[in-house]
């Protein structure tokens, strides 16, 4: 199960930090991400980081103003947001799987309830 959490209303250039905290079998996930959908558009990919090593894999649109960060310790995943701008409004949905790189191409073993971001100008 994840458990995503940290969505809220911003205004643009503020920041954001979004949780999802993994529980149950979590021994057959290796890596933990997130994906966004906006009103009207496809749900697109936008970080995932492994357990270790700490392999991390951005969507172009997050390079430079998202980070993702995890804590193996409480199987729980990070994504820091600054500099938020109104087309970031979406909601968040993180995603748990083997790597990486599956997570990216949208193969996820198991999904999270999303979380909603909404980004005023």
């Known amino acids: 199960q994840l458990q995503a959490s940290g969505g809220g209303l911003v205004q643009a250039g503020a920041s954001l930090r979004l949780s999802c905290a993994a529980s149950g079998r979590t021994f057959s996930i290796s890596a933990m991400g997130w994906f966004r959908q906006a009103p009207g558009k496809e749900r697109e990919f936008v970080a995932a980081?492994?357990?270790?090593?700490?392999?991390?894999n951005y969507a172009d649109s997050a390079k430079g103003r998202f980070t993702i960060s995890r804590d193996n310790s409480k199987n729980t995943v990070y994504l820091q947001m600054n500099s938020l701008k109104p087309e970031d409004t979406a909601v968040y949905y993180c995603?748990?799987?083997?790597?990486?790189?599956?997570?990216?191409?949208?193969?996820?073993?198991?999904w999270g309830q999303g979380t909603q971001v909404t980004v005023s100008s």
């Open positions: 995603a748990a799987d083997r790597s990486v790189f599956s997570i990216a191409r949208g193969s996820c073993m198991y």
């Open positions: 980081v492994s357990w270790s090593p700490a392999i991390t």
